[in-house]
């Protein structure tokens, strides 16, 4: 493992987190590249759950160095609250280092993510509420403040003199009436400045160094490919970039850097937020209620909503395995789809009597996709305590029908499937070695 990097391949909430855990053991530096705390990483240690939004992975780890790097948008207060909770929970958190390119979340962004949302009607993409569009906004607008401003109290003073000015007229305009106080974010802006100062630093040379010396480094993505700016269900998606590629620019190394391509697919379909769903089961189907209620539960890491659950999309994930150069696949959650008679998996789709077998741009088009299933033999319900049992003893003990299934996907999308996680905890990944 040189370099790794670790996409989710639909839309985010995959099990990431937990792949990326279950990576980090034998990583020397793990690195967040893109996203904000719109992310949502779920780790289980032992009992524990550790969920973070901003802090990479590998976080509780001690000798592992923890990069956020400068393609991540970050909201100050929202990462010294993590830092102070994973502090709390007996782990130092002294293996930090954040870009002094990063770009800075500030509470207007939170404010105009309410606003425009709100205008856009039906165009609205259910956002987290972050602030992160209008942060990469103003990042991409060139009226954005970076960790380096952030630590700097006459640069930031004089930055938000320029800025707060402005995005008060946009709230205005917008239909806002929240009143900002320049002052006052500057104030409380310098202090977070402060607190943070002592992890900011060039990480891109940082990581170079690294690199030279051989280290193993693992680039922890956010989100999924299709929430992906650019290669995403737009304006259904996120605002940065999700997808193997965004790796080198966010963390300010060449491509040649990245050597596997890990991407993280659950067994079915879930997503937070608004868009075309083409193999969505939807209401209180019998089949959703499974999907969603088993395994602990599909709502949302950041915004806790109910996902909307479906069936696996291999139109969805063919485009992902293109878009990432995938090199290899981890499937999680096969665990939950335990106890269906049957499993369903769509393999294109049919519109207008026509077959379509790559993932169209036009939202309207997919809208009017119709899914064209194969029907699989499903396998038997079992106990975290079993599962995890089967997990230990290795790819030869998984249920018939549920090899049967990843060796399906693996014809499908054409990659070998390297990971299966049957199960919430660490004992619950399996490696399947290829
Ligand atoms: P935003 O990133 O908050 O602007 O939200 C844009 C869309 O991406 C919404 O549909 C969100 O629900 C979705 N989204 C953003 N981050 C995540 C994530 O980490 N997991 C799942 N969905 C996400």
Redesign the pocket.
Known sequence: MPATVVIGLQ???EGKGKIIDFLAERADVVVRFQ?GA???HTVQVGEDLYAFHLLPSGILRKRTLNIIGNGVVIEPAQLLKELEEVRARGHPAENLRISDRAHVVLPYHKILDGLEEALKGGLG??????G??PAFEDKVGRFGVRMCDLVDPDVLREKLRRFVPIKQRMIAALGGSDVLDADGIAREHIAFGERLAPFVTDTSVLLETQLAKGKRVLFEG???TH?CIDHGIYP????SNCVAGAAAVGAGIGPRHLGEILGVAKAFTS?????PFPTEIEGRDETAVHLRETGGGEY?T??RRPRRVGWIDLVMLRMSVRVNGLTGLAVTKLDVLGGLDRVRACTAYERKGERIREFPASMRVLSECVPVYKELKGWPAQSEEEWEGIARKGKRALPDPMRRYLTFLEAQLKVPVRIASVGRSRAATMSLGR
């Open positions: 839309f985010g909430d996203g719109n992310a949502g993409a259910g956002t987290t509420l972050r992160i569009g956010a989100q999924g929430l259904f998606g996120t605002s997503r937070v937020g608004a868009g949302g950041t915004t």
